[in-house]
């Protein structure tokens, strides 16, 4: 068994919510607080949320963590 990371990140826009959405509705948990930086060179703010997940397989480098 192994736990899986991702850090989720985008512009602060619904996709970035609906990024989110997605890995919960997955199986994937929130790891803390979500963060949130003004992205000076593109003029944008920026979101990042951290998510876990256990699952039933060793680790492999070579896992699409988003296909779990």
């Known amino acids: 068994m192994a736990k899986l990371y991702r850090l ?5 826009t619904s996709a970035f919510c609906h ?4 890995a919960l509705g ?7 607080s979500p ?3 003004f992205d000076s060179a593109n003029n944008v ?3 990042a949320q951290a ?4 699952v039933q397989a060793d680790y492999s480098s070579d896992m699409k963590l988003g296909q779990q």
């Open 26 to 32: 997955k199986g994937w948990e929130l790891y803390g």
């Open 19 to 22: 990024k989110v959405s997605e």
């Open 35 to 37: 963060s949130y930086a």
């Open 51 to 54: 998510v876990t997940k256990d």
């Open 8 to 12: 989720l990140t985008g512009e602060d």
């Open 45 to 47: 703010m920026r979101c």
